[in-house]
């Protein structure tokens, strides 16, 4: 009987997930005894933290966009079909052109949906680069020609993609304004619910002497509740009210609409996984990745990344019957360029906070290397790189050992 | 007629900063002057983080309390919206 495994989304997560079973599980797929199946939302791959390039360095929109195919090894049999519902008793896939498939393991990894809509006003009254490179390209448009005023770089919902972004942007934005010589005429804010320019502490360490330096204000506790667009005012439901320029909003996340078609995500349609093993909740054969989940970590490629290795493992131990079984540890690694060539590393696991940060040089062009390497990264082939600099990112034993790997 | 205020139980134990405000702010979202949300907490910058929110913003603390292994701060929207 033919193991059926079937990957439903085709970003960071899913085609890594696939590469990583393909990997694993190569000898049994050619021999007919495993599929490995993604089924995803269409022929083009995009890089999307490339967007903050096609926004505030006026990267070509197009620059970081591959086809899936190409990505994807000879083992994996590729449906550019979106999945419109999952019936997870059932284990059956739909697609939204009215395809059915079955499957005996399941990787969820179908991302964030990202929505102006959901706030009043938003959609209309702002820009952002959190909907594709096409908007992020709106954004480059309204910054190129922007010379004198007010822009506010607004958090219009959490948990977002990219925690680092809202003040990467401020950060690209200060940069760009001065090389024009107009930085002295606009007035750079970060709109944000939080209480401090980054919500981790020791990262907000460093980001605030930086925003005081370059006069990038900050106003916390707004959480957004409407916007006005055409008095060009953000308001928030603590009350306060902010008058704009330009608004680049980074919009309200929730989960994807298959999810909430299918009925088994939270209230935000968020997918209720372990943030150990991404085992859905009530479901030993199915799993979910990334940014679809609701493990409270980063949404963000690393997290995609690191979580896909982890259940690619385990699904290949349970085919082959090895009785191994990864554990994620929740390490995160999220860089922010700061200006000036430097940038900064949000690193951190389930049980250490991010760690004492300083620009740096190095740090961004390892930035900017990661970015470089991301398509080729997607088939497998830099996991020695990476794990040599990560480090541990996951906790191995053996099931019914009495002792698990040291945990950090 | 205004709607009976509601009490609401946000259980945010094992999430480090920022998700306990997180969590707080999506119960905000969603209620309405004169609710009560309870907050359930383990990272310990929860406290801090809600009682500069509440200064701000002007809703209240009612109860900030330390259960066996989490801490538990009881809040009441007393202002929302303009």
Not at chain 1, 166 to 184: C, K, M, S
Not at chain 1, 267 to 292: Q, S
Not at chain 2, 43 to 50: C, G, I, K, Q
Request: glycine share 8%; proline share 6%; hydrophobic share 40%.
């Amino acid at each position: 009987m033919v193991k059926r495994l079937a990957i439903v989304g085709s970003g960071t997560g899913g085609t890594f997930t696939a590469n990583f079973l393909s990997t694993k599980l190569r000898a049994r797929v050619r021999a007919a005894e495993v599929q490995i199946l993604l089924v995803g939302e269409g022929f083009r791959h995009h890089f999307q933290p490339a967007s903050l390039d096609v926004a505030f360095k006026g990267a070509h929109p197009d620059s970081e966009s591959r086809s899936e195919m190409e990505l994807l090894k000879p083992e994996v049999t590729y449906i550019p079909d979106p999945a419109g519902k999952v019936d997870l008793e059932n284990r059956t896939i739909f697609t939204v052109g009215g395809d059915v498939f079955e499957y005996d393991h399941l990787i969820m990894a179908t991302g964030a949906e990202v929505s102006p809509q959901m706030i009043p006003g938003l959609a209309e009254g702002s820009v952002n680069f959190h909907t594709g490179p096409v908007n992020a390209t709106k954004v480059w448009d309204s910054v190129r020609s922007f010379r004198k005023g007010k822009i506010g770089v607004l958090i219009a919902g959490v948990p977002h993609k990219c925690p680092p972004s809202p003040d990467e942007a401020l950060f690209l934005l200060d940069e760009y304004l001065r090389h024009r010589g107009v930085r002295e005429d606009v007035e750079l804010t970060l709109l944000t619910p939080y209480p401090k320019a980054y919500p981790a502490d020791r990262i907000a360490k460093v980001v605030s002497p930086l925003f005081e330096e370059k006069g990038i204000k900050v106003v916390p506790f707004f959480n957004v509740d409407s916007v006005d667009p055409s008095a060009k005012k953000v308001f928030s439901l603590e009350g306060d009210e902010y008058t704009y320029d330009l608004l680049i909003a980074i919009p309200p996340h929730r989960g994807t609409r298959v999810v909430r078609e299918s009925g088994f995500g939270d209230e935000e349609g968020w997918i209720k996984a372990d943030r150990r093993t991404m085992m859905v909740e009530g479901h030993d054969d199915a799993f979910a990745i990334g940014d679809a989940t609701n493990i409270p970590i980063s949404k963000s490629g690393v997290v995609a990344h690191l979580e896909s290795k982890v259940v690619a493992e385990n699904i290949a131990s349970e085919v082959e019957g090895t009785g191994r079984v990864c554990e994620y540890n929740g390490r995160i690694n999220c860089p922010m360029e700061v200006g000036g060539r430097r940038a900064i590393f949000v690193s951190a696991t389930y049980k250490k906070q991010p760690s004492d940060q300083s620009p740096s040089l190095v740090k961004y062009a390892m930035k900017r290397g990661f970015g470089a390497i991301y398509w080729s990264a997607l088939s497998g082939r830099w996991e020695w790189m990476m794990d040599a600099y990560l480090g541990q990112t996951s906790e191995e034993f053996v099931k019914g050992a009495q002792q698990s790997a040291p945990q950090t | 007629m205004s709607a009976p205020s509601t009490r609401r139980t946000v259980d945010s134990r094992g999430s480090f900063c920022p998700g306990p405000i997180t969590d707080l702010f999506k119960a905000y979202r969603q209620a309405s002057v004169g609710d009560v949300i309870e907050l359930w907490a383990t990272d310990p910058a929860a406290e801090s983080d809600v009682r500069a929110w509440a200064a701000r913003s002007g809703n209240k603390v009612l109860e900030v309390s330390k259960e066996k292994d989490f801490l538990k701060i009881v809040v009441e929207i007393d202002r929302k919206g303009r």
